[in-house]
């Protein structure tokens, strides 16, 4: 996904010089999480979870295969560019549930938050490697060997995924029919105020947060004058402090007041959106890519182990589901973010968003004050 973020924004931004149409390509990767998120956390409860995985992975591969002969045979062209990330966007949203909650099979509910710190620095290691390597070669080899690049990565991804054996201690399959499965989803998020309290923040931090990608081709290339190599080079910071964080969260296994820490990491999100948007060196920027990543991390371990923890163990899976439909907001966010960099500019945008957070931040601590003692 870091090699797609590079390839797919540098694309968009050089073929409309509009931060506005990078925040719709973003848009339409994540829209299918809103679309399909509820439904690919009750197959992830109703199905092996493990050939669940399998399965993207391989669908992963033939479509970066594919997309890599058509670029290479008619060019880069935006429907062609807008196309396959809503496909990409569909088959992630498909396999996002199914991945989080094996997490939570394999270590348990003791150790979840350790657990997915974990798995999240195994994601952002590998977004740190796509980010570089994207960059890199569409950069000085051209756009379809980047993409044959990231079929590369998913083929790895796929043997991987091919040699799990264990379904995990807390492995729970419940086979009824999948109808029934959705209304039981339903039925708990109207019966559970805490996760749909979780659901709520999640979404808004998504919206106000995740967003500041869009920005990023624009920083690029008008401020810091870098090539889509300087682009990969911003995103493996985002992918740096992911890993940090990730390694930070693993040493957490007995965390308590998840709720109060995960409200300040909120808070501290929207200050660090405020520091890159004022900053003018790119070394700088890189760095506050590191803190800005970090505690966006931070809030994504949080919220799926908190939502999680919230239901019961045969549900966990949709748990995970409404945590995919929450981000399935962030083509909301995207949307914002380019409209505002267009009238604002990229700085006055995060400038927007950061201060969002922090009012976001304090609202949730005062309107909600159970959240604080989850």
């Known amino acids: 996904m870091g090699g797609w973020f590079v390839i797919m924004g540098m694309l968009?931004?050089?073929?409309?010089?509009?931060?506005?149409?990078?925040?719709?390509?973003?848009?339409?990767?994540?829209?299918?999480?809103?679309?399909f998120g509820m439904l690919s956390g009750v197959v992830a409860d109703w199905s092996d979870r493990r050939a669940m995985l399998r399965r993207v992975e391989l669908a992963m591969l033939i479509g970066f295969f594919i997309f890599s002969a058509l670029i290479a045979m008619w060019g880069t062209?935006?429907?062609?560019?807008?196309?396959?990330?809503?496909?990409?966007?569909?088959?992630?949203?498909?396999?996002?549930?199914?991945?989080?909650?094996?997490?939570?099979?394999?270590?348990?509910?003791e150790h979840i938050v350790a657990g997915l710190g974990l798995l999240s620095v195994g994601s952002r290691v590998g977004q740190l490697a796509g980010a570089l390597v994207g960059g890199a070669a569409m950069h000085r080899y051209g756009t379809p060997i980047a993409l044959l690049c990231m079929a590369a990565a998913h083929g790895i991804a796929f043997s991987l995924m091919s040699r799990l054996r264990s379904a995990g201690l807390a492995e729970t399959i419940k086979q009824v029919p999948i109808g029934?499965?959705?209304?039981?989803?339903?039925?708990?998020?109207?019966?559970?105020?805490i996760l749909l309290t979780l659901v709520l923040v999640t979404a808004v931090v998504e919206v106000f947060g995740f967003s500041f990608v869009t920005a990023l081709p624009e920083l690029a290339t008008m401020r810091f004058g870098v090539s889509a190599e300087g682009l990969g080079q911003m995103h493996a910071a985002r992918a740096v402090g992911g890993i940090l964080a990730g390694l930070l969260l693993a040493g957490m296994a007995n965390l308590h007041r998840r709720g109060a820490f995960y409200l300040v990491v909120i808070c501290a999100f929207g200050g660090s959106l405020l520091l890159l948007s004022v900053l003018d060196q790119f070394v700088l920027a890189l760095g506050a890519l590191v803190i800005v990543a970090g505690l966006a991390t931070a809030t994504d371990v949080l919220s799926q182990s908190m939502m999680q923890l919230s239901v019961p163990n045969h549900l966990r899976g949709r748990a995970m589901g409404f945590w995919v439909f929450a981000i399935g907001s962030a083509p909301l966010g995207h949307i914002e973010m380019g409209a505002l960099a267009v009238m604002l500019g990229a700085d006055g945008?995060?400038?927007?968003?950061?201060?969002?957070?922090?009012?976001?931040?304090?609202?949730?601590?005062v309107a909600v004050p159970r959240l604080k003692n989850l």
Request: net charge negative; with cysteine.
């Open 349 to 365: 945008a995060l400038l927007v968003n950061g201060t969002m957070l922090i009012v976001v931040g304090i609202l949730a601590t």
């Open 77 to 109: 062209h935006l429907w062609l560019i807008l196309s396959f990330s809503i496909i990409y966007g569909c088959v992630r949203a498909t396999g996002q549930p199914a991945r989080i909650s094996y997490a939570y099979d394999v270590v348990g509910g």
């Open 12 to 35: 968009v931004f050089e073929i409309t010089q509009s931060s506005a149409w990078v925040g719709v390509s973003l848009a339409f990767f994540f829209l299918p999480n809103l679309v």
């Open 180 to 193: 029934q499965n959705l209304r039981e989803c339903i039925g708990e998020m109207g019966a559970n105020p």
